[in-house]
């Protein structure tokens, strides 16, 4: 009798059949179908070429190229495919380097990576190193020639903005940004070229060449038809003026300090000055990594944008915002006035105005034309004493609330990296300096001083505010991606911001008073004929702490401003450190900024004042002597955490020595 066979077998039969067939079936159609596969079993035969493109192209607001490319060759080395007969004399030869040049590159290259991958050799090399390399290419196996795209810096400006492209380190190749990156990739590393790296850099192609019989690379192999084609990076619009640019560094040449400039109907900024500014060019080519040390070594911090992570106490500028909010809250009328002769003395210690005449501070529009602060500081005390709040410490949080929403105390979302957010200071931050506080405590604030540490770029934005009477675009310097204006990563950049809730009213009662400071309040120097520009000035003290000591240096001139009132074009922050009145040199800087912008050239009447701004040095000889004194602080901080590293790291191995010590007397112990 025989026995039925069980289905389950003929299940697994065909399933392990199935499963052999599937293979044997791909193996053949690698064999036969895939040339790619032999390319990669037989390097030697066919050379696998990396095109990397050009990155995209920066271009101003009126289409001028800022920032293109320039072709280059690297040369890279496989270690592995070095020939034991390799005659580095040769090669030393050609690349004009001596044997110890060669040696030292080839230690690094070994240390940070592996034997079969390609790494960087040498970068940049000359035409008549390329030209040298090339014409003995089959002598040198292992190495290859790469052809990249530099950047090339059109002008001589933005560097702080348009940033520069290096390397990618082993850190950055851990990060998920960089996931699709290897070593000797480039990437923006600053500026623009940090923030739309994935934009501007493009889609790297390969080529398959083959080899001729002196293992140079010559035609295509198969036509060409493996090949992958590279992919250019998009270009880039700014709303960045490049002449505009390149005046404002003029303007502040031998300064230390800030501008920046925004169009008020869109977000987009005009131009951002962060001074001393340095030639971008410096940190293009071979020499990048030498220039940018010696940038960085330098006292100015040329590599500090002091446009966005720069904070000052903001002084009078800050005025119009003291008297909004005081409006707004119903704290105070227009019609509101104070009988200031020299100086504020309801909070047991004088608080010293500039102004002594009479009704110099009889209302609101007045006060700010002649900057009283007198008034600003009763003003700020009638606001957060409000009957209304119910406490100052409620007082004080609805003040922070409104100028939270102004954008000071948080960054304000700006389209390149490393943004600082200042300082806004609440109730829990006077609850840990006091045990106990109230208006008088802080006044200070009111008119500027104090605890309130803002940057240029939100000072600038929140002229952008009280220009448009409550609304605000995130501040930001591309308008259009691949001449896209409507791109997704745009899409941030488009949508309206309305601060809270003010009546235009509000607004423009404000606006008039700003008006009344350039017409006939402290900026009067900055009047612009046929231009309504509507500011306020600055005078914002200035302390440093040096090791335990204050040191009080001369004041930060200050200026805020926009234009024309009926129709803002242009918004405007600048600062300038250590130079004294905002009036002085503020103010003109901006207005002559303004003029610029708006009639497309100075007047003839105002190049005297041009000039004079121009050729001002108001670079403080304390800026040396504090930066190295804080430097050698750094270096003595970062010596004294070394030393207790090692400390440490003693100490652990005397533990573990211990530890071992007793495990072998307990073993002994235990084996007796």
Not at 342 to 364: L, M, V
Request: hydrophobic share 40%.
């Amino acid at each position: 009798m025989s026995i039925a066979a069980n289905p389950r077998q003929y299940i697994i039969s065909f399933i392990f059949i199935g499963v052999g067939s599937v293979i044997l079936l791909r193996l053949f159609f690698l064999q036969n179908f895939e040339p790619k596969y032999k390319i990669l079993a037989n390097e030697y035969a066919i050379y696998k070429k990396v095109a990397y493109p050009p990155r995209g192209v920066i271009l101003d607001r009126k289409g001028k190229v800022m920032l293109s490319n320039t072709a280059v060759y690297d040369l890279v080395v496989t270690p592995h495919n070095i020939s034991k007969t390799f005659d580095t004399s040769q090669l030393c030869a050609a690349l004009d380097i001596t044997r110890a040049n060669y040696e030292s590159i080839m230690k690094r290259v070994q240390e940070r990576n592996i034997d079969v991958r390609q790494s960087t050799f040498m970068e940049q090399l000359s035409q008549e190193q390329t030209a040298k390399f090339k014409e003995n290419q089959y002598m040198f196996g292992g190495f290859d020639l790469v052809e990249r795209n530099i950047r090339a810096y059109e002008m001589a400006n933005a560097g702080i903005v348009l940033g520069y492209i290096g390397e990618v380190s082993p850190e950055m190749l851990k990060k998920p940004r960089y996931s699709s990156y290897r070593q000797g990739d480039y990437a923006g590393l600053s500026g623009i070229e940090f923030q739309y790296e994935e934009v501007l850099r493009g889609q790297r192609g390969v080529h398959y060449l083959e080899r001729d019989k002196f293992n140079r690379p010559r035609d295509p192999y198969k036509g060409g038809i493996l090949d992958s084609q590279e992919v250019s990076g998009k270009q880039l619009d700014l709303y960045l003026d490049a002449d505009l640019q390149a005046y404002a560094e003029k303007l502040m040449a031998n300064k230390i300090g800030s501008i920046v400039a925004i169009d008020p109907q869109t977000g987009g900024i005009l131009a951002m000055v962060s001074s001393p500014t340095y030639d971008p060019n410096l940190l293009r080519g071979r020499e990048r990594a030498k220039n940018y040390a010696a940038l960085y070594r330098e006292a100015t911090r040329p590599l500090f944008n002091r446009a966005t992570q720069a904070t000052y106490a903001p002084g009078s500028t800050i005025k119009p915002m003291t008297g909004l909010v005081a409006l707004a809250t119903g704290a105070i009328k227009p019609s509101f006035g104070l009988a200031c002769y020299g100086s504020y003395n309801y909070c047991s210690r004088p608080i010293k105005c500039e102004h002594k005449d009479a009704g110099h501070a009889a209302n609101f529009r007045l006060a700010l034309a002649h900057s009283c602060n007198s008034y600003f500081c009763h003003i700020f005390r009638l606001t957060v004493d409000f009957k209304s709040f119910g406490s100052v410490k409620r007082g004080l949080q609805t003040w922070h609330d409104y100028y939270y929403n102004f954008g000071y105390g948080r960054q304000t979302g700006i389209d390149i990296p490393y943004e600082g957010k200042g300082f806004l200071p609440d109730s829990s931050t006077y609850n840990k300096m006091y045990n106990s506080w109230n208006s008088c405590t802080i006044v200070f604030v009111g008119m500027g001083q104090g605890e309130l540490l803002l940057t240029p770029l939100q000072m600038a934005n929140g002229m952008c505010i009280i220009a448009n009477k409550g609304y605000y675009y995130t501040p930001h310097f591309v308008r259009a991606i691949g001449k896209n204006p409507k791109d997704s990563l745009l899409k941030k950049y488009l949508e309206k911001h309305t601060v809270l809730n003010i009546p235009d009213t509000t607004f423009s009662i404000v606006q008039q008073a700003m008006q009344d400071v350039v017409e006939s309040g402290t900026a009067a120097g900055a009047k612009v004929e046929g231009i309504t520009i509507c500011a306020k000035t600055g005078t914002a003290e200035n302390k440093a702490i040096v090791n335990g000591e204050v040191i009080k240096m001369q004041n930060h001139s200050m200026f805020v401003a926009f234009a024309p009132r009926e129709n803002p074009k242009i918004a405007i922050a600048v600062a300038i450190e250590n130079a004294g009145f905002g009036a002085t040199w503020a103010a003109p800087i901006a207005s002559l900024m303004i003029e610029k912008y708006l009639k497309d050239s100075v007047s003839v009447t105002r190049r005297a004042v041009e000039d004079k701004m121009m050729k001002a040095n108001l670079i403080n000889k304390y800026v040396y002597t504090i930066d190295s004194v804080l430097r050698r602080h750094d270096a003595e901080v970062y010596r004294a955490k070394m030393e207790r590293k090692q400390l440490v790291a003693s100490m652990k191995r005397a533990t573990d020595s211990m530890m071992v010590m007793r495990w072998i007397e307990n073993h002994l112990k235990r084996s007796k």
